[in-house]
């Protein structure tokens, strides 16, 4: 089945713990994206990759990391999380018509819940 | 703030009544998508428009774009219980190559609550 995955699903932790946030996709997708959805903020994007060894900043990357070792796997990690980092992660990905990356038709993963006390 | 708004913020309808949402956004675009959401889930895609298009349909799900408005619409016809989610825009720029920035920008949604 085609899937995004993510884990963990739920994590809950303590200011300064680093930790990650996997997420793997099968589709052979050249673009894989993060983004945080918090309450009256919509979705906003944390740190996209075109395609292997290549990743941007989205519009709010700060406090966290990337890295797009392997086509499949585009993990998010935060070195030293704090509170304001609450909140709903989604990882995502799509297809490169012809071979040109593109964010059309986005396959989301079913999102991790953090939380950082 | 954000390149995509929705409006409304929130809609109630019955069963079998249209809902009409809105997106409007700032910036020129290339494409704009609509996603669904159902509670705390991940979201799924419904239909994309290109800067070129004003129209287009899937099933129940009719799509407009004004780029001259900078706005967009999404109408479901007919609803039903099991439309009831959130639903958001998301606007998307090409570079002069033509091809994407990779930079995807979503709305704050409307959250569509059809009552059987």
């Known amino acids: 089945e085609a899937q995004v995955t993510q884990n963990p699903r739920y994590l809950i932790t303590v200011t300064g713990k680093k930790l990650t946030v996997t997420c793997s996709q099968n589709?052979?997708?050249?673009?894989m994206s993060w983004y945080r959805q918090d309450p009256g903020l919509g979705l906003r994007q944390i740190y996209y990759s075109m395609n292997v060894e290549v990743t941007d900043k989205g519009d709010v990357p700060e406090g966290y990391k990337v890295s797009r070792k392997e086509k499949r796997n585009f993990p998010l990690i935060l070195e030293s999380p704090s509170p304001n980092q609450t909140s709903l992660y989604f990882c995502?990905?799509?297809?490169?018509?012809?071979?040109?990356?593109?964010?059309?038709?986005?396959?989301f993963g079913p999102g991790t819940r953090l939380t950082v006390l | 703030s954000q390149q995509g708004e929705e409006d409304p913020q929130a809609l109630s309808i019955q069963e079998g009544e249209n809902a009409t949402m809105n997106c409007s956004y700032k910036t020129s675009i290339n494409n704009l998508q609509w996603y669904r959401q159902n509670s705390g889930r991940g979201l799924v895609h419904l239909i994309l428009i290109r800067s070129n298009e004003r129209e287009k349909h899937s099933g129940r799900l009719r799509v407009t774009l004004d780029t001259s408005k900078k706005s967009s619409s999404l109408l479901i016809t007919a609803s039903r219980a099991a439309d009831t989610a959130s639903y958001f825009c998301a606007t998307d720029t090409f570079n002069a190559g033509g091809t994407s920035y990779g930079k995807l920008t979503f709305g704050q949604g409307t959250i569509l609550t059809v009552h059987p």
């Open positions: 995502a990905s799509s297809f490169a018509p012809g071979g040109v990356p593109s964010t059309d038709t986005q396959y």
């Open positions: 589709m052979n997708h050249e673009y």
